[in-house]
């Protein structure tokens, strides 16, 4: 079930918007199995026309619990991101139950591996997403300096 590109899909409620460093992914609602079904087959449509070399930003700010089958629909589209050409991946969360869960997609394939996860909470959080995705500036370390500013 396709969108125009880059507006939130009214049924499932999620967004898959291109840009010119990557791709933007946002979950403006709470994830249940069927909507995360549904972003899969569409990302995987979405890949075709995918650079060599990208980036993700994976919004999950509004998630409160994520399934055991939402997580592995989530993390196969991930995967797909990969081995389609995804370089770094910034995973923003709120810090809630979720959180624990969605590490998991970034945790068993370690640090050096591209992915990070942001914290949603904090007022910054797009512009040290931004500072890994295309400066490669570690999110720790962006926390560091502004605490120190």
């Not at 499932?12 to 403006?28: C, N």
Request: charged share 30%; proline share 6%.
């Amino acid at each position: 079930m396709a969108t125009q590109r880059g507006e939130v899909n009214p049924i499932v409620s999620y967004r898959i918007a291109e840009d010119t460093w990557g791709y933007r992914l946002q979950f403006p609602k709470p994830l249940e199995r069927p909507v995360a079904a549904a972003w899969l087959e569409e990302i995987r449509e979405e890949l075709v026309l995918a650079p060599a070399s990208f980036h993700v930003l994976m919004d999950m700010r509004v998630q409160k619990r994520i399934t055991p089958a939402t997580l592995r629909s989530l993390d196969e589209g991930l995967e797909l991101c990969r081995g389609t050409g995804m370089t770094r991946l910034a995973l923003v969360t709120n810090g809630g139950p979720a959180t624990k869960d969605l590490q998991k997609l970034i945790q068993p394939r370690g640090r050096d591996e591209g992915r990070r996860r942001i914290d949603g909470r904090l007022s910054d959080w797009e512009e040290m997403a931004m500072g890994w995705l295309l400066m490669r500036i570690e999110p720790d370390a962006s926390a560091e300096v502004a605490a120190r500013s």
